[in-house]
């Protein structure tokens, strides 16, 4: 049969009756209030006939008269994307000829321009795409519209929102009229609109039983008609809230901050990236006297900094901290939460200090002033760590439990690095020392110039590497600029392309990559291709004043000139401020530089843990347990040692992967998050803006104006010399694009992360936490980059793509 009524149809029947009426089918089985209808099925599409005798029998059972005819494609109302309006919809459609002519139109709707357009942005496939047609009586409706059971612009579960307005509610989902809105938070609604409090009670009802009984919070369409009777039209997932924290066992709202903005990355970590991340991270906070609970939030790591944002102590410190690190984003958020009186402090809510803290406290201060004394003798501890680390010979067992075995020794080793901690935190001190010392002599934007082209930042030495590789591989550039990466990163693992000194590169630097610090992301030394894209973009550089390390001398030399003229102004307001300011400007250019090698040093180990995962991964492989090497990044290492022991994993394995994927497509994460799933950003007052100029935060100096390029994927970054990166963030991986870029512009970050400071050390000027930055600028836009002002200014219209 091509034709099947609603309540005949199993919800699992999706790809024969499409999104919207597997949805329709489990209300019905739950019980709800749904119009009787009917569905032809994707058979009958893929035929591409009408079954009309199917059609009309099926009519005449409905008693004929006014339809709703609706679009039901097996890509709609998916966990993950709604494509709400990208097919068609036609109401109060009478008669057979009508009826027909728009079962045909919403076949059409299929290959519309918007629904091909959504397809490619959600990553589904075309050609799997089918599509069903759902007829159902019309309900003659007195009010209509939408429910969500969470708040959709502020993410919050303790809340749910309805738009109605008098009629069908067409009007209210295609957005044409000024529907009344209302927010339903627990207390009792105001009489306004077309909506009574009784009204609005029973709908937020249904939303709960729904949300509770479908697993997940639901957009549902509703209808009251002439009688007063509440019909459910629809109810699918809202596909656009980012994932709740966990439940905390602690009382009250928490708050989490997102820790990925520190490095830079926001896509999605690997469950055994995280696992590995959140070991790491909690060892390094142990080993300043801190506990902070990390949770995994939509694959993102997330701190639970409720205790500290309530502790007397620390509440006002905290606001600092945000700006060093954090960024201004979460700066701005933990400031407004100290108004909150749920986070307000409380008595008997000061810590004391562990005793971790007190055991370290004597180290650090130790080793912080050894670093200032002699700061030559630090940075060479440091370089000979990093060496030791890199040459450190690893032997590796051959089963896959001695494997895991070391890979769990690992894991709850607590590695000691105080030769490079401790350098590298007084160079973090004597940078961030300056503002306030320089109060009243410098600007932050002289203050960015002392701090531009820093020299002993392993970053900028990857770099220059990099572009050194360039000039060797000159002769080649022809091929390097016209073959695809990809092709290029294979030929050279076959070892097939001429030597431009890219295996010494890979030997020193081949263990990064983009988001580096996953264990489950491939690095540059297993595929080179995001290098080879780099290499394209740096043989585009013609012009000897644009070449990277004639760039970064100029950006040290501008520095140098600085920090001379802030010591004679210091001098001139007081002798003794001027030794001292000139001490620490000297400092932190001797120091600020190895802020990278903590993590660069800490890289070998995810190197060494990496390919051990992976030679696991092989040998369940070879035994039929995994479909392939990598899948073990989609499992925790208490599951790989049940896979190892011959547990059947992949369909764990399968669905990990899929919502990693889903993730990978997320153009913005939150910055914090209330344990009720709300954004704090969205409860700030909103920017103001004139849609030409746009206002972020400077964090290099400078002034540039150039084309935009906008970058969300770094496998697909052809930059070219002088045009401005505008990106969602970024991390060392992406540091060489800065290298021919002529200015920087970021949705996240903080001054002292990666990007920025890479960007003060070549001396072009950025601008970081632009809102929507990647969506209100386009690739060809004229704009221009004031690192002092912190704004980006479109100059003209789009006039190349």
Not at 132 to 144: G, I, L, N, S, T
Not at 368 to 385: N, Q, Y
Not at 477 to 506: N, V
Not at 761 to 789: H, K, S
Request: charged fraction near 25%; charge should be neutral; aromatic fraction near 4%.
């Amino acid at each position: 049969m091509d034709v099947l009524e609603l309540t005949a149809i199993d919800p699992a029947q999706r790809d024969l009756v499409g999104g919207k009426a597997a949805g329709l089918a489990a209300l019905i089985r739950l019980g709800e209030r749904v119009p009787d209808g009917f569905c032809i099925t994707t058979a009958a599409h893929h035929r591409g006939e009408v079954p009309r005798e199917e059609v009309l029998a099926a009519y005449d059972r409905l008693g004929g008269g006014p339809v709703a005819v609706r679009s039901s494609a097996t890509a709609e109302d998916l966990p993950d994307a709604s494509f709400a309006g990208q097919q068609d919809t036609y109401l109060s459609v009478t008669g057979v000829e009508e009826l027909l002519k728009a079962i045909h139109a919403c076949w059409d709707s299929l290959h519309s321009h918007r629904a091909i357009a959504y397809r490619e942005a959600v990553g589904v496939a075309h050609e799997s795409a089918r599509m069903a047609v759902v007829v159902q009586r019309m309900v003659d409706a007195e009010v209509a519209g939408v429910l969500f059971t969470a708040n959709p612009l502020t993410g919050s579960r303790g809340e749910a929102v309805v738009d109605a307005a008098p009629g069908p509610g067409t009007a209210v989902v295609d957005g044409t009229t000024a529907a009344d809105h209302y927010v339903l938070n627990g207390t009792e609604p105001a009489e306004h609109g077309c909506l009574t409090p009784v009204r609005l009670k029973e709908l937020r009802e249904v939303g709960r039983r729904l949300q509770h009984r479908l697993g997940a919070e639901q957009d549902i369409e509703w209808a009251y008609d002439r009688d007063g009777t509440l019909w459910l039209l629809q109810s699918r997932p809202i596909t656009t809230l980012f994932p709740a924290p966990p439940r905390s066992t602690k009382p009250g709202p928490r708050l989490y901050v997102e820790f990925g903005h520190v490095q830079g990355m926001l896509q999605p970590t690997t469950p055994m990236g995280m696992s590995t991340l959140k070991s790491m991270l909690a060892g390094m906070l142990a080993s300043f006297g801190l506990t902070i609970e990390i949770v995994d939030i939509g694959g993102r790591l997330y701190g639970d900094l409720t205790d500290a944002l309530r502790d007397p102590s620390t509440r006002q410190r905290l606001v600092k901290l945000m700006a060093v690190d954090f960024g201004p984003r979460a700066q701005a958020v933990v400031s407004h939460l100290l108004d909150d009186p749920r986070f307000a402090p409380k008595k008997g809510d000061r810590r004391r200090p562990s005793a971790a803290a007190l055991t370290t406290a004597p180290k650090a201060a130790a080793g912080i002033l050894r670093a200032l004394a002699r700061p030559a003798a630090a940075r060479a501890r440091v370089s000979g760590e990093i060496e030791r680390l890199r040459t450190h010979p690893v032997a590796d067992p051959s089963s896959a439990a001695e494997l895991l075995d070391l890979v769990e020794e690992a894991t709850h080793a607590r590695t000691r690095l105080d030769r490079i901690i401790w350098p590298v935190v007084s160079g973090l001190l004597v940078s961030a020392a300056l503002p306030p010392l320089l109060k009243g002599i410098a600007s932050d934007d002289e203050i960015h110039t002392v701090l531009g082209g820093m020299p002993y930042n392993v970053t900028i030495e990857m770099d220059l590497a990099l572009w050194q590789v360039a000039q060797r591989a000159t002769p080649y550039r022809e091929i390097l600029l016209h073959t695809p990466p990809d092709d290029l990163a294979a030929a050279h693992l076959a070892g097939e392309l001429p030597d431009i000194g890219l295996s010494t590169f890979l030997d020193r630097y081949g263990h990064r990559s983009a988001a580096e610090v996953d264990v489950g992301v491939p690095r540059w030394s297993e595929n080179p291709a995001p290098v080879f894209t780099i290499l394209a973009n740096y043989l585009r550089v013609t012009d000897p004043e644009q070449a990277p390390d004639r760039r970064f001398q100029h950006a040290a030399a501008r520095a140098e000139a600085m920090l001379a003229e802030l010591t004679r102004r210091a001098r001139r307001k007081q002798a003794v401020r001027g030794r001292v300011t000139g001490f620490f400007l000297r400092r932190s250019r001797e120091l600020t530089g190895l802020r990278e090698a903590g993590k660069f040093a800490g890289l070998y180990a995810l190197r060494d843990r990496r390919r051990r995962l992976l030679l696991i991964g092989a040998e369940l492989q070879a035994s039929g347990l995994l479909e392939r090497a990598d899948d073990v990044m989609f499992l925790t290492l208490p599951e790989l040692r049940a896979a190892v022991q011959r547990d059947d994993l992949r369909e764990v394995i399968a669905g990990r992967r899929s919502a990693y994927t889903r993730e990978l497509r997320r153009r913005t994460v939150p910055v914090a998050l209330l344990s009720d799933g709300t954004d704090v950003e969205a409860l700030l007052p909103a920017r103001a803006s004139d849609g030409h100029t746009l206002t972020g935060t400077g964090a290099a100096s400078g002034r540039a104006t150039g084309r935009a390029r906008v970058v969300r994927s770094l496998a697909s970054a052809s930059i070219e010399p002088g045009e401005i990166l505008v990106a969602p963030t970024t991390d060392p991986g992406w540091t060489p694009l800065f290298l021919t870029a002529g200015g920087l512009v970021t949705e996240t970050g903080a001054v002292m992360a990666h990007g920025p400071t890479v960007a003060r050390e070549y001396g072009i000027p950025a601008v970081i936490c632009v809102p929507g930055a990647t969506e209100r600028i386009r690739t060809g836009q004229l704009i221009t980059v004031d690192g002092a002002t912190g704004t980006v200014t479109i100059d003209r219209p789009v006039t190349t793509d």
